[in-house]
């Protein structure tokens, strides 16, 4: 008998969003009416979110895909034999050929798309396991110090060597340590830790592992946001299927050691996003920002050693493990080493993730791969690192991703999100939503924050109404710098970046008197 054709569709939720599983059903019906043996591998998302549903083939070795593909095109894809490779007004030809993915450098996103994220064997066959089996015969200190030499910095935007924080927490003595993944994902135009959940679960278990296996640590925690319910049934399961093959638990690949995770949901606060919220969130308080020091690698969870890393931080650990801390090195410039997975978002033409090394610039991301803008008109700004991060101009395209690079220009890497807006964007209509975003997110902790975000709003709503403009400007320049100086986190210590550098590059948009006027287009 022969075997049956293998069709891949993904699951992802962005993909379902615009009809996936309805594709995925039509496509079945089809295949038994017209006696066709079909086998649907549902994946996660390539990140090619413009081509969603992308549908693909298995032909001469190769994966062909059909994309996007609705429900009313499944008719003709099944006259022109796409299941065969045939021709249709729909096909990208080869998916690996594309444009969009030969040019990305694929390290942490290797598997997504391409296979089924809860088939175990699957997953070893694609590269995986061979990192955590590695580990398995190091020393802790042996591990750290791979880590250390990688050059691997926090993707959660801090960009603190997870190599040091690792290190820090091995050198403490306590009965027991923690290994928290922040999946608390919740900055404007980012979803790449989703895509990991969903698409490519086990290796953000097997990253936690080796962390455990590198510390001393026995018991995972993630810290899922409340928004992502497909990535919370995938991850249970692979959980599960993890410990149901003796890779969680006791003993973990003849290592002597022992690690295991548990799954902990969010209650939908931006702010435990920040490490030490999270943390009081997981201990059942209210989420709340702890004073540092102490850092939570000293005490963190419980009072106990703990490291929190964000999921594509603890995703990419497996590569590195696997293939060695020079070849992840040998990718990034400067101190930013690796690649960091990009997402495109906002008014963009082809929206979706790309992971390159650092050192790319933003006129590549936004022009080569985005497209430009999705309306055709033209780039007005670009806000990296989510709502709290800094605008920047169509003249600063060319600004390399690179940390340091954009502390240099006044701005921040963050979690790799990019949103893009057209010359139509109010930039002052920015700026309260960045103030009125932080006084609703804040947790109300400290003053600057709690009071600065609101009189912030209010003083902008003024300025955008024509109210005695150069003085709430003055007043409004001095609020953030309390905001900066005084917040104890991120959250107040932040949101005036956006703010003052709308300020700075459109003073038009203020009506700031002496202001260069931006033409109507």
């Known amino acids: 008998m022969a075997d049956p054709y293998i069709i891949y569709i993904p699951q992802d939720s962005a993909a379902c969003s615009v009809g996936a599983n309805e594709v995925a059903e039509v496509i079945v019906q089809n295949a ?33 895909g059909y994309g996007p593909v609705t429900t009313a095109n499944v008719a003709a894809l099944f006259e022109s034999r796409f299941y065969e490779g045939g021709e249709n007004a729909l096909c ?77 927490a091995l050198a403490q003595s306590s009965d027991q340590k923690f290994i928290c993944a922040n999946a608390d994902e919740g900055d404007s135009g980012t979803f790449a830790d989703r895509m990991i959940m969903e698409g490519d679960p086990f290796a953000l278990i097997e990253g936690m592992i080796i962390a455990g296996f590198a510390t001393g640590a026995e018991h995972g925690l993630i810290y899922l946001r409340s928004e992502y319910p497909a990535a919370l049934r995938i991850m249970t399961n692979a959980i599960t299927a993890f410990e149901d093959v003796g890779l969680l638990g006791e003993n973990i690949a003849d290592s002597g050691r022992a690690f295991s995770i548990e799954l902990r949901r969010g209650a939908g606060a931006y702010i435990c996003g920040e490490e030490t919220s999270m943390l009081e969130s997981l201990e059942g308080k209210r989420g709340e920002v702890r004073v540092k020091p102490p850092i939570p690698a000293i005490k963190g969870l419980f009072g106990k050693p703990t490291i929190v890393n964000n999921v594509l931080t603890l995703a990419a650990v497996p590569f590195i493990l696997a293939e060695g801390a020079t ?54 700004a670009v ?34 999100g990019v949103v893009v807006f057209d ?24 003053t600057p924050c709690r009071i600065g975000a609101v009189r912030g709003a209010e003083t902008i709503s003024k ?23 005084g917040s104890l986190c991120a959250m107040g210590g932040l949101t005036p970046m956006p703010v003052l550098s709308a300020l700075e590059k459109f003073p038009e948009d203020f009506d700031i008197p002496d202001a260069r006027k931006r033409a109507t287009p």
């Open 92 to 168: 990208i030809g080869i998916v690996d050929e594309h444009p969009f993915f030969a040019r990305q450098e694929r390290l942490t996103f290797a598997r997504c798309g391409i296979i089924d994220p809860l088939d175990l064997d699957a997953y070893r066959r694609h590269g995986g396991l061979k990192g955590l089996e590695k580990a398995a015969t190091m020393t802790s200190e042996a591990i750290v110090e791979e880590m250390i030499e990688s050059g691997l910095r926090g993707r959660g935007g801090a960009g603190f060597p997870a190599g040091i924080k690792w290190k820090t």
């Open 463 to 485: 300025i955008r109404n024509g109210e005695n403009i150069a003085a709430n400007v003055a007043l409004l320049t001095d609020l953030c710098e309390i905001m900066t100086d």
């Open 327 to 380: 070849a992840y090195r040998n990718y990034g410039m400067g101190r930013s080493r690796g690649t960091q997975p990009f997402q495109l978002a906002g008014n963009i033409k082809r929206g979706g993730l790309v992971e390159k090394a650092f050192g790319v610039t933003l006129r590549e991301l936004i022009e080569e791969f985005g497209g430009g803008s999705f309306t055709g008109r033209p780039l007005r």
């Open 32 to 64: 038994r009416s017209a006696g066709i043996d079909v086998k649907i591998i549902r994946t996660g998302s390539r990140g090619a979110y413009w081509l969603e549903p992308l549908v693909e083939i298995e032909a001469n070795g190769k994966r062909l």
């Open 383 to 416: 806000q990296v690192g989510g709502p709290l991060g800094a605008y920047l101009t169509a003249d600063e395209l060319d600004l390399p991703m690179d940390y340091e690079a954009f502390v240099d220009a006044g701005a921040m890497l963050g979690h790799g």
């Open 423 to 446: 010359d139509s964007v109010d930039m002052a209509r920015q700026a309260e939503f960045s103030m009125t975003f932080c006084a609703e997110e804040s947790c109300g902790k400290c």
